[in-house]
């Protein structure tokens, strides 16, 4: 299995907090990304990075900002948690040949 | 843009019978084609790919797809469903040269009957 640790798995806020989801990668992959499962929705990219401090946005960027400042280590903050972010959120990582390793996953409930 | 359309958020079968999983995308050009398979509470895990060459593509766990270029579809097949077959299904697309992201569809919710 690849490595890679999502933390916290579970967490429930209240709207407005802040709060941070931190992804770590064993695997030295170049490209590591977010996203967020919703029913109906599949799963839906929020940014992804190609390096270190290279990010990117994906199709749901909008509240989201994204670090990484290690090979290792992609973040993903919601500057002020709102309900409609109420969501699992995946990490995934890719050295480029299109095939994705997920982490299992972190769900948010922000009340 | 490219899309992806997943035919049927749910299916049901019994066990041993046919499993088919529809898959459509839209692209101007074929796309590498992709199926994840996700159980209860886990990460995604892909099942198979394809990228170029033959376009019967075998997986894990006896699933197989085709890839049909005039249909522009992708569907998932296994000739006899298994209890532990019982999962959340999604197809995803890449394009050929353009960056290293995928675009899922809503996903298929597979149930097998005993």
């Known amino acids: 299995d690849a490595g890679i640790t999502q933390s916290p798995r579970h967490k429930v806020t209240e709207t407005g907090t802040p709060v941070t989801l931190r992804c770590h990668q064993t695997?030295?992959?170049?490209?590591m990304y977010w996203y967020r499962q919703d029913p109906g929705h599949g799963l839906r990219l929020i940014h992804y990075?190609?390096?270190?401090?290279?990010?990117d946005k994906g199709e749901v960027s909008d509240g989201y900002s994204v670090s990484r400042s290690k090979t290792e280590d992609f973040l993903l903050t919601l500057e002020s948690a709102t309900s409609s972010q109420t969501s699992v959120y995946f990490c995934?990582?890719?050295?480029?040949?299109?095939?994705?390793?997920f982490g299992e996953g972190s769900r948010l409930t922000v009340l | 843009a490219q899309s992806v359309t997943q035919l049927g958020s749910h299916v049901s079968v019994s066990e041993g019978a046919l499993v088919l999983l529809r898959c459509n995308y839209s692209?101007?050009?074929?796309?590498?084609l992709f199926w994840y398979v996700q159980y209860p509470n886990q990460g995604l895990q892909l099942l198979l790919k394809y990228t170029t060459g033959a376009t019967l593509v075998k997986g894990i766990n006896g699933f197989e797809a085709e890839f049909k270029k005039s249909e522009t579809s992708f569907h998932l097949t296994k000739p006899s469903a298994h209890m532990s077959d019982a999962a959340e299904y999604f197809c995803?697309?890449?394009?050929?040269?353009?960056?290293?992201?995928?675009?899922f569809g809503g996903g298929t919710r597979l149930m097998v009957k005993p």
């Open positions: 995803a697309v890449r394009p050929v040269r353009a960056g290293n992201m995928l675009t």
């Open positions: 695997e030295n992959h170049r490209y």
């Open positions: 990075s190609y390096g270190v401090k290279d990010t």
């Open positions: 692209s101007s050009v074929p796309p590498y």
């Open positions: 995934a990582i890719s050295e480029g040949t299109g095939e994705l390793f």
